[in-house]
């Protein structure tokens, strides 16, 4: 069976957060982009993107640095955890047909898929990926042969000199971040 068949849609994400681990920090904000076969390729298409309101105190400086949003900007500008939830799994169902199947994907999966599931747990939301994530980086480890230390965004590339990662500002913000996610996931997928 192909990766690139119909009814497999795939959905690139990307979170930011407010430390390590859900339940002790938050997720602080949602980056997707749906990325679908098109003509014997898969390809990008809609996107989806949301900030959320913090639902527990804890607030990792370091975490803090790298994406640069402030608690009081997710006061102000943040929606409610529980509609943001529902919202991106109201987005993600109208991407699909009957008969699809959505896969989440991510770099380094396992940390995002971890929130993610704790979201839609804690607001008592059917997950729409089922319990399965895809991750790009040990995809790329296997296909390429190269080292899981080796399989990073800078490395990936050099493998793949097409790929435009996002301006340097827009590095960590989640929605920048998916759609370079659907990029290496193109690359490392399509023929």
């Known amino acids: 069976m192909s990766a690139i068949e119909d009814g497999t849609i795939y959905f690139s994400i990307d979170?930011?957060?407010?430390?390590?681990?859900?339940?002790?920090f938050?997720?602080?904000?949602?980056?997707?982009?749906?990325v679908r076969p098109q003509n014997g390729k898969l390809e990008p298409g809609a996107s989806f993107y949301v900030e959320i309101k913090p639902d527990f105190d804890g607030f990792d400086p370091e975490a803090q640095e790298i994406h640069k949003i402030t608690v009081e900007h997710l006061q102000e500008h943040g929606e409610e955890s529980g509609e943001a939830m529902r919202r991106f799994d109201r987005w993600v169902r109208q991407q699909l047909e009957p008969g699809d199947r959505a896969v989440f994907v991510g770099h380094n999966a396992p940390f995002d898929w971890a929130f993610v599931l704790y979201y839609?747990?804690?607001?008592?939301?059917?997950?729409?990926?089922?319990?399965?994530?895809?991750?790009?980086?040990?995809?790329?480890?296997?296909k390429l042969g190269i080292s899981w230390w080796d399989a990073n965004k800078g490395i990936l590339q050099y493998h793949y000199p097409n790929l435009e990662p996002p301006p340097p500002e827009l590095v960590h913000r989640a929605d920048h971040d998916a759609r370079y996610q659907a990029d290496i996931l193109c690359a490392l997928l399509n023929p």
Request: proline share 5%; hydrophobic share 45%.
């Open 120 to 142: 839609f747990e804690m607001h008592k939301i059917e997950n729409p990926f089922g319990y399965k994530a895809l991750d790009t980086k040990a995809l790329a480890m296997g």
């Open 26 to 34: 938050n997720m602080i904000s949602l980056g997707a982009f749906v």
């Open 15 to 24: 979170i930011e957060t407010s430390g390590s681990v859900p339940h002790f």
